[in-house]
T-cell receptor, first 113, second 113 residues
Framework: AQTVTQSQPEMSVQEAETVTLSCTYD???????LFWYKQPPSRQMILVIR??????QNATENRFSVNFQKAAKSFSLKISDSQLGDAAMYFC??????????FGEGTQLTVNP | GAGVSQTPSNKVTEKGKYVELRCDPI?????LYWYRQSLGQGPEFLIY????????DSGLPNDRFFAVRPEGSVSTLKIQRTERGDSAVYLC???????????FGEGSRLTVL
C-alpha cells in the first residue's frame, strides 16, 4: 500500500522569509501524481501545487515550488516570501492510478509577523 | 453552484442514531469522493464514485457506513448506529477526471455524544 509521510508536525516562518515542508512517500508504481494541499481553519482543502511523476522538471506556482526527487521518493514544498495568509495545515498527497488520493498527516505552518 | 457544497456543516447526534451527510459536487464532475478526517490527522479515503456507481468502496470502515449517488450528481453518506469513534469531519470532493485536481467542500463536522 502507498504511504505518505510528513515528518514535521509543526513549522514556523517569519513573514517574507522562505520555508520548506518535507514529504516522503512509498510506492512501487512508476506513474503517479503528487500534490500539496492547504487547509485553513475553514476546513476547505485548496490545491497548492501538483507534480506529475513522469516530468523531471519541478513544478512552480508563483511563490510555491517543489523539489521532486523521484529516486529518493521525496517531494518537498518551498514557500518563498511567506505571507500571513499562508498560515494553514499543509498536506502532501499521492494519487494512484485507481484515483485513491492518499494524504500525509499534515504540517501546521505558522507565519510570524 | 460554483463549488462543492456539503450539508449540514455541523451535526451533533447521540450514540446509536442514524445520520445522513449530503454532498453536492461541482456541476459536470463525474468523479466524487468521500474522506474522513479525525482531529489532527490527514483525510482518510472512504469511497469513490465514477458516475452513479461506487468504483472503490474499500475505505468504508464497516457495514454501518454506506454511500449512494443515484443520479450521478448528489451523493449521500449514511451512517447507521453511530458510535463516538465516528466523530470526525467528513469531506467530499469532486473532479472532472481521475488524475486531475480534486475540489473539496468545507466538510461536515459530525459529533457523536
Amino acid at each position: 500500500a502507498q504511504t505518505v509521510t510528513q515528518s514535521q508536525p509543526e513549522m514556523s516562518v517569519q513573514e517574507a522569509e522562505t520555508v520548506t515542508l518535507s514529504c516522503t512517500y512509498d510506492t512501487s508504481e512508476s506513474d503517479y501524481y503528487l500534490f500539496w494541499y492547504k487547509q485553513p481553519p475553514s476546513r476547505q482543502m485548496i490545491l497548492v501545487i501538483r507534480q506529475e511523476a513522469y516530468k523531471q522538471q519541478n513544478a512552480t506556482e508563483n511563490r510555491f515550488s517543489v523539489n521532486f526527487q523521484k529516486a529518493a521518493k521525496s517531494f518537498s514544498l518551498k514557500i518563498s516570501d511567506s505571507q500571513l495568509g499562508d498560515a494553514a495545515m499543509y498536506f502532501c498527497a499521492y494519487l494512484t492510478s485507481g484515483s485513491r488520493l492518499t494524504f500525509g498527516e499534515g504540517t501546521q505552518l505558522t507565519v510570524n509577523p | 453552484g460554483a463549488g462543492v457544497s456539503q450539508t449540514p456543516s455541523n451535526k451533533v447526534t447521540e450514540k446509536g442514531k442514524y445520520v445522513e451527510l449530503r454532498c453536492d459536487p461541482i456541476s459536470g464532475h463525474t468523479a466524487l469522493y468521500w474522506y474522513r478526517q479525525s482531529l489532527g490527522q490527514g483525510p482518510e479515503f472512504l469511497i469513490y464514485f465514477q458516475g452513479t456507481g461506487a468504483a472503490d468502496d474499500s475505505g468504508l470502515p464497516n457495514d454501518r457506513f454506506f454511500a449512494v449517488r443515484p443520479e450521478g450528481s448528489v451523493s449521500t453518506l449514511k451512517i447507521q448506529r453511530t458510535e463516538r469513534g465516528d466523530s470526525a469531519v467528513y469531506l467530499c470532493a469532486s473532479s472532472l477526471g481521475t488524475t486531475g485536481e480534486l475540489f473539496f467542500g468545507e466538510g461536515s463536522r459530525l459529533t457523536v455524544l
